[in-house]
């Protein structure tokens, strides 16, 4: 199946300072979504671009869907302790039933 | 409120010993999957289901068996459990395989 490789897989930061994850594949991807897990929980669903170029806010987060549709990021701005947790991109391509392809996700770790 | 409920939540065994763990959800989804999840690894599916009766191998299917008898409960079955199944499992269920999904609080299983 395809794959959707995520980087970095750890990212220490002082609380305030800026947080970025990014997220590639070699195939056009027909959307993509982004999930956060806190330590201990479930991941939970964050919000799904679809549209080449596509750029999202959602308060401190930014989302972007890259021009090809092969890459996506993740940028949190002044990070807050809240922010702590494991992020992942999940994507589709093609017409499968096989559903989300998840990336291995970047663990965000936050020195208040 | 819409969920996804797993059970058990915790599940140590010992090799060999079947065991069910089941995954009912209240939102009428018609896709419904099974993840695990181990460190450096990220979330790897197991088995999918795109309706009732209808089920299909993911992407690690060795060892596990699935079965989708009603629309809302989608168990994961070991028939003969090893320690290298120990992980944590996640069910999930969408509308379609492509629209956000809604994770299980997950089954963490330690086969000894």
């Given amino acids: 199946g395809q794959q959707v490789m995520q980087i970095p897989q750890y990212q220490h930061v002082q609380e305030g300072e800026d947080f970025t994850t990014y997220c590639n594949s070699s195939t056009t991807l027909s959307n993509i979504q982004w999930y956060k897990q806190r330590p201990g929980g479930h991941p939970v669903f964050l919000i799904q671009l679809v549209k080449s170029g596509e750029v999202k806010k959602q308060k401190r987060l930014t989302f972007q869907f890259g021009e090809a549709k092969k890459n996506s990021s993740l940028h949190i701005t002044a990070t807050q302790t809240t922010d702590v947790g494991t992020y ?25 | ?29 018609e896709y419904m999957s099974w993840y695990r999840q181990d460190p450096g690894l990220g979330l790897r599916q197991i088995y999918y289901s795109m309706n009732v009766e209808v089920t299909d191998k993911g992407d690690v299917p060795e060892g596990y068996k699935v079965s989708r008898k009603e629309k809302r409960n989608f168990p994961l079955i070991l028939e003969s459990p090893s320690p290298n199944q120990t992980s944590l499992y996640f069910c999930a269920s969408n509308q379609t ?9 997950g089954t963490r299983l330690t086969v000894v």
């Fill in chain 2, 97 to 105: 395989p492509r629209t956000e999904a809604f994770f299980g609080q």
């Fill in chain 1, 88 to 112: 992942f991109c999940a994507a589709t391509s093609g017409g499968g039933a096989d559903g989300l392809t998840f990336g291995k996700g970047t663990h965000l770790i936050i020195q208040p």
């Fill in chain 2, 1 to 29: 409120e819409a969920q996804v409920t797993q059970n058990p939540r915790y599940l140590i065994t010992v090799t060999g010993k079947k065991l069910t763990v089941t995954c009912s959800q209240n939102m009428n989804h």
